[in-house]
């Protein structure tokens, strides 16, 4: 990685990271709830 013009080796980048709070969310994403089905109390309260 190049930063400013300065090439950032692995070990530089992880620390830059850390010392940001940032990190790589890895993993399956999260499931998606299932939309109301039509004519149910749900869907109706937004007609």
Known sequence: MNQNGRRM????????M????IRVATG???A???APAAGTAAA???E
Request: cysteine-free; proline content about 10%.
């Open 44 to 46: 109706q309260a937004g």
């Open 9 to 16: 080796t692995a070990e530089e980048f992880d620390a830059w």
């Open 18 to 21: 850390k010392a940001k709070g």
């Open 32 to 34: 998606l709830s299932p």
């Open 28 to 30: 399956r994403p999260a």
